[in-house]
C-alpha cells in the first residue's frame, strides 16, 4: 500500500454518479482540508438519473436534473476525463480528457466509483439501430427523436404504413427505467398529436412488468400503461432489429423508426480490466467496502459486488438507493483508513421504490406500504426533490408548468442517431465532429 505523502494524502475518486458524488461530498465534509480530494469525471455535472424520462418527454428541462460538481463540492478538484486504466501498483490512474489530451492522477486512497452502462444482448441489428437511455445525449435525442417522427408523420407526404411506422415506439425492457419511458412517452405523443394517437409497445422477457420489485408494483404499472394505451407484452423479447422495425421471436414484425433500449445495464468494463476478483462484472469488495488484498483501494456503486448483510449470501443490487449510501460509507471508511474515525460495514434494508407512470400516476412502496394513483404521485416527486442534491426549486417550477401550461413540441437537433450509439462505455458523453470518438469496450 502507497504511504501517505507528508503533507496531506490524496483521495481521488473516479466518477460522480449517485456514488461518487456522494463520497466527494462527505469526505469533503468529514475531511475538511485535512486532505487532498480529486473527482474524476467525464461531465461537470451529477446526473439525477430518475428524472431523465421527464427531460425526454420535454417535462423536465435538461438542466433541472444535473447538479453542478463544482459549485456544490467545496474542497474537492474536479479533473474532467474518462478513466481509461488504474495501475495498482504504480498507484495512478490514466484518463483521456475531453479534448484527447492524455493524463494521470496518483492517489495515496482510491475510491472507484465508474458505475454502469447499457447493456448489451446478442440480437442482431440492435447495436446498430437502437438507442440506449443511460445518459443526457440520449435523452435529449429521443426526446428530438419522438417530436420528429410526430411531425413527419403529420405531413401527410409519406405512405400510409411509413406514417404508422414513425408513429410507433418500440421500448424493450419493462425495468424501472424502461416502465417509465413508456409511460412518459405515451403521455408526450398525446399531448403532440391527439388526434391520431401514436402506438407505444413494451416489451419484457419476464411475465412481468418491474420484475425485480414487489409484484403489487407490477400489478399496478401494468394497469396504469394499457389504460393509457400502451400495448405491453410480458413473455416476449426482440429476435432483430432492422431499419424497417422490430422482430420478436413470436414471430411478429412490428414496423417501426424507433427502438429503445432499456434492457438493464451492466458494470462499467474498467474494473474488470484490473485483475482482481469480480462477481459478474462487478469488482468485489469486503463489506468495509475495501478491495481485498489492497486496502489503499474502495469501490461502490453499480460497479462493486458488495456483499449484502441483511441478506447472507447475496450482494446488493444495482440500484441508486444502495449506490448513494454506499458512497457515504465509503467515504467514511476511507477517512478512517486515514485516521479520522473507526471503519463501518456496509448495512442497508430498502426503504421501498418509486416509479413515476406520468401525470397523477405513479407506483410506489414506501417502507414496504403499498401505493397506487395520486398518492403515490405525489409521495414519488416528494421523494425525488428529497433525494436531490439541488434545483429542487426549479425542478417543483417545471412541474407546476406542465400542469397548467401544453408541452412545447420544439426539435432542436443538436444531438443527432449518430452521436449516441448504443454500444459506448460513455452514456454521458455524445461524439462530436472532429472529437475524440467515444471507446467501446464489447464483452
Known sequence: MTTPTPDRPRILIVGAGFAGYQAARTLSRRMRGR?????????????????????????????????????????????????????????????????????????????????????????????EHAHGFRGMPEALYLRDHITRQMELAAQGTDTLQEQGARRTFVVVGGGYTGTEVAAQGKLFTDALDRRRPARWVLLDIADRLLPELDRRMSTTAGRVLRRRGVDVRTGTSVKEATEDGVLLDDGEFIPTRTLIWCVGVRPDPLVSELGLSVERGRLLV???????????????????????????????????????????????????????????????????FVVDLGGVQAAANPLGMPLSGPIAGAVTRGYHLAAMPGNRVRVAADWLLDAVLPRQGVQLGLVRSWSVPLDTETPELARVPGGPAPTTRKD
Do not use: W
Request: charged share 20%.
Open 35 to 127: 486532505a487532498r480530494i480529486t473527482l474524476l469525471n467525464p461531465t461537470d455535472y451529477f446526473l439525477y438519473l430518475p428524472l431523465l424520462p421527464q427531460v425526454s418527454a420535454g417535462i423536465l428541462e435538461p438542466r433541472r436534473v444535473t447538479v453542478s460538481l463544482s459549485g456544490t463540492l467545496p474542497g474537492v478538484r474536479l479533473v474532467l476525463g474518462e478513466a481509461e486504466r488504474v495501475d495498482l501498483d504504480a498507484s495512478k490512474v490514466h484518463y483521456t480528457g475531453p479534448e484527447g489530451n492524455a493524463g494521470e492522477l496518483g492517489y495515496d486512497r482510491l475510491v472507484l466509483a465508474v458505475g454502469s452502462v447499457n447493456k448489451l444482448l446478442p440480437v442482431p441489428g440492435v447495436s
Open 286 to 352: 469486503e463489506p468495509q467496502l475495501s478491495v481485498p488484498g489492497r486496502p489503499e483501494v474502495f469501490a461502490c456503486g453499480d460497479a462493486a459486488a458488495v456483499p449484502d448483510l441483511t441478506k447472507p449470501g447475496e450482494f446488493t443490487p444495482m440500484t441508486a438507493q444502495h449506490a448513494a449510501r454506499q458512497g457515504k460509507r465509503a467515504a467514511l471508511n476511507v477517512a478512517a483508513s486515514l485516521g479520522h474515525g473507526e471503519q463501518q460495514p456496509y448495512k442497508h434494508n430498502d426503504l421501498g
